[in-house]
């Protein structure tokens, strides 16, 4: 079965900083793709980034990047120059093949940006 | 271009009764998914709907029940509430049911459940 960890629950930062947020997934899946959502307090999930399990290069958005392990099952956020505005909950999710829309997320990290 | 929109934003209702949670999905996306998140919990998914079909349910009973209409909006209902329902139900629509990609969601319906 398909799972997802996140096993830091908070973090904090300071402004300006650059800050790794922890995901581990399992799957026996050869294909799969890996997602990172905001979630600011008013509740909307917030696309940031994607990883396609045969993606040769970690992928990146702006401010955002994909540390992809995949020999170790990892695929943790980094945010560089962190903003106040960064302060959030973050999941962690993952997508079967052929099964678009049908995430599997972790619990969530709450990251907290100090000024 | 319209985002995905849920209604109600916030509703309170007691065990037993039944709620319908309304969406309407991004212009142009024949995919909806329901999830629920639990409070301090990750989105779990409910199911999906991808014209007019259901495509797909996760761990959730079969009071649990949607709809989606031509125009591929969508509905969520909720028969014989229980106390556990409570949650925020977020609402998911993508342009493609086989291609895994961006998903993009409303704001929810938090529901709570005395």
């Known amino acids: 079965a398909q799972k997802i960890t996140q096993t830091q629950p908070g973090m904090f930062v300071q402004e300006k900083e650059a800050v790794t947020l922890d995901c581990t997934y399992d799957?026996?899946?050869?294909?799969?793709?890996l997602f990172w959502y905001k979630q600011p307090s008013s509740g909307e999930m917030i696309f940031l980034i994607y990883q396609g399990s045969y993606d040769q290069q970690n992928a990146t958005e702006g401010r955002y990047s994909l540390n992809f392990q995949k020999a170790r099952k990892s695929a943790n956020l980094v945010i560089s120059a962190s903003q106040l505005g960064d302060s959030a909950m973050y999941f962690c999710a993952m997508s079967r093949p052929k099964q678009g829309g049908k995430l599997i997320f972790g619990q969530g990290t709450e990251l907290s940006v100090k000024p | 271009e319209t985002g995905v929109t849920q209604s109600p934003t916030h509703l309170i209702k007691t065990r037993g009764q039944q709620v319908t949670l309304r969406c309407s999905s991004q212009?142009?996306?024949?995919?909806v998914s329901w999830y629920q998140q639990a409070l301090g919990q990750g989105p779990q998914f409910i199911f999906q709907?991808?014209?007019?079909?259901?495509?797909g349910r996760g761990n959730f009973p079969p009071r649990f029940s949607g709809l989606q209409f031509p125009n591929y909006s969508s509905e969520l209902n909720v028969n014989a509430l229980e106390l556990d329902d409570s949650a925020l139900y977020l609402c998911?629509?993508?342009?493609?049911?086989?291609?895994?990609?961006?998903?993009?969601f409303g704001e929810g319906s938090r529901l709570t459940v005395l």
């Open positions: 709907y991808y014209r007019e079909e259901e495509n």
């Open positions: 212009s142009g996306h024949n995919t």
């Open positions: 799957t026996s899946d050869p294909s799969y793709g």
């Open positions: 998911a629509s993508s342009p493609s049911v086989r291609v895994a990609g961006e998903l993009f």
